[in-house]
């Protein structure tokens, strides 16, 4: 064995902060040493501000107090995201985290809910989705705290404040043991056989490694630049490759802190707005082809709430992957691996999950090529199971009342999504592998949303009793919506429980 002695993360934000929160985390009472070299003179990107659930267990794992971490954050609570004018003008509809329904004696809820429509049952889908519920009245409590009640079933994620992310991950990274170089990177030295040797810095400081984590945003200075890692283009698939973004002032109205993202649909891509404690995160994801930039500030301004705290920024960017996110002794992760539209708020997750593989197949200084390979297979396809799920909200779309929305119906679609949506609309069976992302849930909430139904349900699902089935639905929507109704509203929550203070 020839373990690594110095792992080097270039970059910051919280794609650095993440990563080397998780690696000070395992590699805690080893003789490795990390150290994160970033720079003040670079800003960091914030497109989006929201995650999604496995990012609260990841706090978990870490061992992070999680009201603490929402408290010092700004952080709000995350139910579900909704989607208007996405299927159509006027209609809206929820991507729900955690179940729908319950197993009907062993049977699958979704197709017994299939076989009631099909007989003219007047329930949606989403009556049966106790975050969609909760959502929509504004109401929260933590499933957990929920036990014996339909609430139990649902899930949360966070909306968060991304640079105190960044600021909180440094103080628990450099509490274990991760050095924090300041310094602009101006040369990325390699030795003969390719691998990097080092970082020059422009203040003359001198930083060497083993073994090179990019975190360097969309320059992706070491894999791309250095490497030569070619791209990966997805933007004839995903049209939209411009966002402005503006923070604004909440007001004192409760219904501002709502527990879901905002998804909404415009003339030429959609809108965003995610809430924290005491302001909100609003953007215009668009396709300049479409739209100028002065057009799309114009159009965010127009709608956003409460007073602007700053400027709108414009953020350029292009969606897809590298080829390889491992080569040689560098590995890249967050937007120096790629970057998909944050409609489904996958930016952070996809961070998260790289490291994750990271440690799965952590190398030494021999670098055997399988642990890159198998690092490589495993991320490209969680890249290309986000880039399916956010095209599936557009090519399912029934708008054609723009030239965009129309360039959208007309954009490829995937030969691995083709495969999936196939499968569902012929026998309402889903199409996944191992370890992946969205579960039958969300395939399924978003399918319904967007008008997408199986032409028949499975055939087994004959062997119950009709009656057993509407009973339960019958049964089960009224009592659902009784338990949400009780619950304390969002905002009054988080006031209760875990207080940003008010110096934020």
Known sequence: MKPLKKIVIAGGGTAGWITASML?????????????????????????????????????????????????????????????????????????????????????????????????????????????????????????????????????ALHVDAKRVAQYLRNYSEARGVTRTEGRITRVRTKPNGHIEGLDLANGKVVDGDFFIDCTGFRSLLLGQTLGVGFIDWSSELLCNRAIAVQ???????????????????????????????????????????????????????????????????IPFRTGMRAKMWEKNCVALGLAAGFIEPLESTAIHLVYRAADYLLRFFPDCDFDPSL???????????????????????????????????????????????????????????????????????????????????????PFVDKLPMSVITETLDRSAPILRSQVEGLPGHAQFLREHCRAPRDI
């Open 372 to 458: 890159a390979n198998e690092f490589n297979r495993r991320i490209g396809a969680e890249y290309e199971e986000v880039r399916d799920f956010i095209v599936l909200h557009y090519c399912t779309t029934q708008r054609d009342d723009t030239p965009f929305w129309r360039a959208v119906r007309r954009a490829p679609i995937p030969p691995s999504l083709r495969a999936r949506m196939d499968l569902f609309k012929a026998t309402g069976i889903l199409r996944q592998g191992l370890e992946e992302l969205f579960g039958a849930a969300s395939w399924q909430s978003v399918y319904e949303g967007m008008g997408v139904r199986p032409s028949r349900y499975q």
């Open 248 to 314: 604004t002032e909440n007001t004192d109205d409760d219904a501002d802190v709502h527990p879901y993202t905002l998804a909404h649909a415009q003339d030429c891509g959609w809108r965003w707005r995610i809430p924290l404690q005491h302001r909100a995160g609003n953007g215009y994801v668009f396709s300049s082809h479409f739209l100028s930039d002065d057009e799309a500030i114009a159009t965010l301004m127009r709608q956003v709430r409460g007073r602007p705290i700053i400027d709108p920024a414009v």
């Open 24 to 156: 000070s985390f395992m590699l805690k009472g080893t003789q490795t040493a990390i150290e994160l070299v970033e720079s003040d003179e670079i800003g960091t990107i914030g497109v989006g501000e929201s995650t999604i659930p496995p990012f609260v267990v990841l706090l978990r794992n870490l061992g992070i107090d999680e009201q603490e971490f929402i408290a010092a954050t700004d952080a709000s609570f995350k139910l579900a995201i909704r989607f208007e004018d996405w299927f159509k003008k006027d209609l809206t509809y929820y991507h729900p985290f955690g179940t729908l329904g319950g197993q009907i004696d062993t049977h699958e809820f979704y197709q017994c809910w299939l076989r009631a429509k099909e007989a003219g049952h007047p329930s949606e889908l989403q009556d049966f989705a106790p975050a969609t519920v909760m959502a929509d009245q504004f109401k929260f409590m933590l499933p957990f705290k929920a036990q014996r009640t339909l609430i139990s079933s649902a899930s949360y």
